[in-house]
Each structure stands twice: as C-alpha cells, then as structure tokens.
C-alpha cells in the first residue's frame, strides 16, 4: 500500500544569511525565546544588536551569496534531486541567500529528501569550482495545509523572479513544450 503524497513549501538558506539578532528579525529554534518582530514587522531598531554583532563574530567564514550565474545550476540540482526521490517539484526558486522549493512527497519525514538535495546542489556548485560552505543548517519544511495554501505558495515562489532570482516552474515548462 502506497502512502499519501503530501505537498511541501521548502526553504533553504545560505550559510551566515539569517544570523540570530538579525534586523530583520529572526526566530530562535522551537521559538524558545519570545523576540519582538519578524521580517514583515521588524523588532525596533538596535533592540537586538548586541545578538547580531556577536552572531558575526562567532561566524566561521562571511555570509554566503550565491552568483548570479550559479544560480541556476542549484535550482536545476535541486529540482532534478527531488524527482530523483520521486517528488513532483512544481516550482523553485534561487536568490541570492534563499532557495524555495514546493514539491510534492510520499507522506515521509522531509529533511531526508532536502537534506540529499542540499548535498546534491553543493556537488552541482563543486563543478563550477566553487569551493565555500554552501548551505546554513537546518531548512524550514512546512507542510501545504490546502489548495489555496498551495497556490499561494506558488505565486510567492513564482513572484521571486521580480526580486531577481532564478525560477522554473513545472507547469511553465510544461507549457512551452506544447
């Protein structure tokens, strides 16, 4: 007996992209600690920045921003990966510090597939001589709740092109091959 194929937003970032007492605002892991803010509302200005600035300093190497012509090379590796692990990817995005995947899974415990993604992708970059840390730890795997759910994940990840990043999306390619 098969199980249920369950869809999937995944966010993946870049190493040092989201450092705790981000300006922006950040989430402590489990949301252990109440912080004020979050990216649409940011926590007031300087409320964090002791955090941040020792955030940076512990950081091994600097932030990791992924070129512009490199770009497709991790989407193409991520998107390939996840149908390798019988996924039906419908759409990807690459900015510079964040990836976004929405991908349909047998009812499974997601970072498994991310995780060999992740690998994947780096192995792709390893290629085109790249030789940094790649990925931050960790990935936020959220599970599509319905079909409006759904689309709106597709339409945000779609929308990223309009802020410069690489995106395919299944259903236009499934277009431009008729």
């Not at 369950?6 to 966010?11: D, K, N, S």
């Not at 990216?39 to 940076?56: F, I, L, N, T």
């Not at 490199?70 to 019988?86: I, K, N």
Request: proline residues 4%; aromatic residues 10%; positive net charge.
């Amino acid at each position: 007996m098969s199980k249920e194929r369950v869809w999937f937003h995944i966010i993946l970032t870049t190493y040092g992209a989201w450092l705790p007492g981000d300006p922006r605002g950040f989430r402590t892991r489990h949301h252990r600690e109440h912080v004020e803010g979050d990216y649409k509302h940011p926590p007031p200005v300087g409320a964090y920045e002791m955090r941040h600035r020792q955030a940076k300093k512990l950081r091994s190497l600097s932030a990791v921003i992924i070129p512009v012509l490199l770009r497709p090379v991790v989407g193409t590796a991520m998107r390939d990966r996840f149908q390798q692990a019988g996924g039906d990817v419908l759409a990807v995005s690459v900015n510079g510090q964040h990836v976004h995947v929405q991908v349909q899974l047998e009812d499974c415990d997601a970072r498994y597939p991310t995780g060999d993604a992740k690998r994947h992708a780096w192995f792709e970059m390893k290629k085109s001589d790249w030789t940094r840390k790649l990925w931050g730890s960790r990935s936020k795997i959220v599970r599509i709740k319905d079909r409006t759910h759904q689309q709106n994940v597709y339409d945000y990840i779609l929308d990223h092109a309009n802020k410069g990043a690489w995106v395919w999306s299944a259903l236009r390619d499934m277009n431009s091959h008729t």
